[in-house]
């Protein structure tokens, strides 16, 4: 199974700072990683897919990027609804996984 | 407007068996993979598996820790996703979301609310 590895697993930023979330594939798989946001007691929301394809809707302060088998979340203007938790996702091989989730914290 | 809404959570013993629903409206529910996904309480989310569409002939794919147990299945006329559960156990206890993938079936678009599975005597 591909293992999906976040880092870090919990972090506490102001509003306005820029976050970044990280997330290594313990082998290639091509661009086929997708983000989610989820808040406490809802679904995820999917907020990233092909590693850096924006989902319609999302505000632009999201952005994803790849190199090599590392894949970086980036939200470039914190903003207080973006606490919750984030969880990247493998679709290249099955089965699918998740990577542990980062909790985003507004200090 | 988009709308998967689960249906079928309880609470079970081990041992017993468990059909959850998910009825979808809103997208093509037909032209869409269909998954199940996990989320024990206070942990991570964890894939349990998916149906193809019709033009992939509905196969599936399951998780290791379900595969043998656990069935997917659906009905397009019906617009419904199903999960049959067997031989459930405590480590079968979580939240169950229904999710759809569509365009190249390699991110979840739309995701239902969720409803809980409690596997205790």
């Known amino acids: 199974d591909i293992q999906l590895t976040q880092s870090p697993s919990f972090l506490s930023a102001s509003v306005g700072d820029r976050v970044t979330i990280t997330c290594r594939a313990s082998?290639?798989?091509?661009?086929?990683l997708a983000w989610y946001q989820q808040k406490p007691g809802k679904a995820p929301q999917l907020l990233i897919y092909?590693?850096?394809t924006l989902q319609s809707g999302v505000p632009s302060r999201f952005s994803g990027s790849v190199s090599g088998t590392e894949f970086t979340l980036t939200i470039s203007s914190l903003q207080p609804e973006d606490f919750g938790t984030y969880y990247c996702?493998?679709?290249?091989?099955?089965?699918?996984?998740f990577g542990g989730g980062t909790k985003v914290e507004i200090k | 407007e988009v709308q998967l809404v689960e249906s079928g959570g309880g609470l079970v013993q081990p041992g017993g068996s468990l059909r959850l629903s998910c009825v979808v409206s809103?997208?093509?529910?037909?032209?869409?993979?269909m998954d199940w996904v996990r989320q024990a309480p206070g942990k991570g989310l964890e894939w349990v598996g998916r149906?193809?569409?019709?033009?992939?002939?509905?196969?599936?794919e399951y998780a290791a820790s379900v595969k043998g147990r656990f069935t997917i299945s659906r009905d397009d006329s019906k617009t419904s996703l199903y999960l049959q559960m067997n031989s459930l156990n405590t480590e079968d206890t979580a939240v169950y979301y229904c999710?759809?993938?569509?365009?190249?079936?390699?991110?979840?678009?739309?995701w239902g609310q969720g409803t809980l599975i409690t596997v205790s005597s």
């Open positions: 996702q493998q679709l290249n091989t099955y089965p699918i996984t």
């Open positions: 082998q290639g798989i091509s661009s086929y």
């Open positions: 092909a590693a850096s």
């Open positions: 809103g997208f093509t529910f037909s032209d869409h993979y």
């Open positions: 149906i193809r569409n019709k033009a992939n002939s509905y196969t599936t």
């Open positions: 999710a759809g993938a569509g365009g190249d079936f390699r991110h979840f678009d739309y």
